[in-house]
């Protein structure tokens, strides 16, 4: 590590520190660097919302064996660092499928980034199903029973509409973490902020004002994110959706 | 297997040194984001013109990426305050700020949510406040969150991965270097794979056998 410029507190740095400027002058590769950011996030999302229903399903299901594979699922993914599950899918996962299928594969950085994150996520999503639905009363199932409704009928005319209900503020708030999450994948090369951000930093030799902006912006965003999580979540629970 | 034998075993010393050295940064930064959590709430809670102060400090530190955060402690604050003088240093403060974020929001909530009576009690008796708060408070407030701020030290654990991206010698930044001397991935980033799974598996399997303990007897 390159020893500091300065001993102690140093007020010009701290000056720096709020200087926006080069963030401002760069705004256009910086901006196309947060739509990357949210792009893998929404397709993230949708991956991990998806199959962590599955997932979730699997896991409340009748059979022992679909509840063992949905346990062992969300606690691999749980259990996994983002990161090391990142450069796994990145550059792990197209040699093995290169062996497997014998043609040769290979991953673009963002579909690594979109399905590392999205698999990640989606044992956090499948538990957090998984509890909206079994917070429904066992009262619910047997009056469906009891008009002759069958499990799948039930499940999508009684158990999802309420469980959907419940789960929604937990469930945005796994997004949150999501988007949050997406400013790793810059270390696999997908061009996103923090991508372009380094990239400015070797380019300006001005670490100081750029990755401040961009902690500072990064703070903004997911202030706003999930205090309007939040807020949607006081709403629901006036109404009393909950 | 005989890529196993060469890349793998013959540099499990690398490796094995390297989840040293993510066992250590870890629990320095868990230890640290205990503290300034701790503190963070207290002024959160009963300094009253500092608690804007406080509030700030807890939202930002819980929005915003610890990737950013890494960069941001390692590239811009030796230059502010002449501090973290290594990589290290650096990497257990990035970690130690997240962390502190939410467990400050977890003792906020301890504190709050412990009955009245607990503090009434302790002044009818004519303990001081912080006698109170030391004898009380905190004891029953540590053991009820334990489940919420042992599952903080796995994130910790987890976000430590991320250390590896400033140079800190921890086991996935050895694992990434085996990857471009050897250029074998499967192998080397497998075996780092599963070695972090176990060892969060492990850890996370003994905060619900602590959780679970914890509910048998408290309800």
Redesign the interface.
Known sequence: ?P????????FE??R??FDFSYFWSYREVLLSGLLVNFLVFGFAALLAAGSGFVVCLLRVSRSRAARGIGTFYV??F????????L??VH??LP??LTRLLVTRVNFAPTLSAVLALGLCYSGYFAETFRTGILSIPRGHIDAGRAVAMGRALIMRRIILPQAIRRVLPEALNNSVSLF?????V??IAVPDL?YNV?NV?QYEMR??PL??S??FL??AI??ML?ALVQALTERWRTRAWG | MDVFRRVVLNNLDALLGGLWVTVQVSAIAFVLALLLGFAAALVRLYVRPARYLAETYIQFCRNTPIFVQLMWVAYVWPDVVGWPRSFFAAGFTALALQSSGYLAETFRSGIQGMDRGQRESAYSLGMPPLLTMRRIILPQVLLLMSPAIMNQFLVVVKSSTLVSVIAVPDLMYHALRLTRVWLEPIEILSVTAFLYIAMVFVLSTLIKWHTDRMRARFG
């Open positions: 590590m020893p500091p410029t300065t001993a102690g507190f140093d740095s701290l720096q520190v606690e691999l749980r259990n996994t660092p983002e990161y090391v599950f450069t796994w550059f792990v040699l093995v949050k999450a997406t400013s790793i810059s270390l923090m380094v930093v670490p100081l990755y401040s961009a902690a990064f703070f997911l202030f999930s």
